[in-house]
């Protein structure tokens, strides 16, 4: 199967920058996934990565090591609105989404 | 654009009882899935529709639960009879066929099983 890791939680400043990291073990897939979770709202796309580097999307960017399997969600210029579950998921080869437990991270004014 | 609804929004029911949660997708995707989180744990994948046909049901715990896609619409699934540990939140996302990695998700339906 997969194991995704991912801290369970992470508290942060307005304005600051924070990354979350996410570890998975999978022999291949098709693209390494982050969704953003308001608390008792639908999980939002946010990225993907399917090479290894850097995507950058506005004050998000994530990047993914495949030899590693390491991936990152970096936020910068945090706002109280980033106050979320960030979801990491992979897509293996010939299945369907497997997601990590979340990283739920607060904005502190 | 609608997005993906789901109804009913919260489902209380007793051990042995039905429910039918229903998902519509946005208007002309394909893919519909169905995904569930228990508490305190990950979301986890149900089954993969495209359009009215089943292509991976690899998740569904049991065969208490039975997903339908007539028509290639909208969906229901359905818990019968329910047990305490299906409960949790039952997601419903779609994509379109050109884009099948960009999920759209509905806003869930809280299942409680007493």
């Known amino acids: 199967g997969q194991n995704i890791d991912q801290p369970t939680e992470m508290t942060a400043t307005e304005g600051a920058i924070v990354q979350i990291n996410c570890t998975y073990q999978?022999?291949?897939?098709?693209?390494l996934f982050w969704y953003q979770q308001h608390a008792g709202e639908a999980p939002t796309f946010l990225s993907y990565n399917v090479l290894d580097g850097l995507e950058e999307k506005g004050r998000f960017s994530s990047f993914l090591s495949r030899s590693k399997g390491y991936s990152y969600l970096l936020l910068k210029e945090l706002q109280m609105k980033d106050s979320a579950s960030y979801l990491c998921a992979v897509r293996p080869y010939g299945q369907n989404f497997v997601f990590g437990p979340g990283t739920r991270l607060s904005v502190l004014p | 654009e609608a997005g993906v609804t789901q109804f009913p929004s919260h489902s209380v029911i007793e051990k042995g009882q039905t429910v039918t949660l229903r998902c519509d997708p946005i208007s002309g995707h394909d893919n519909l899935y169905w995904y569930r989180r228990v508490m305190g744990k990950e979301i986890k994948f149900l089954l993969h529709?495209?359009?009215?046909?089943?292509?991976?049901e690899s998740g569904m715990p049991n065969n208490r639960f039975l997903a339908e896609r007539t028509g290639g619409t909208y969906s229901t699934l359905k818990v019968q009879p329910a047990e305490l540990e299906d409960s949790g939140v039952y997601f419903c996302?779609?994509?379109?066929?050109?884009?099948?990695?960009?999920?759209?998700f509905g806003p869930g339906t809280r299942l409680t099983v007493l």
């Open positions: 999978t022999s291949g897939f098709n693209g």
């Open positions: 529709f495209v359009k009215e046909s089943k292509q991976d």
């Open positions: 996302a779609s994509s379109p066929r050109e884009k099948g990695n960009e999920q759209f």
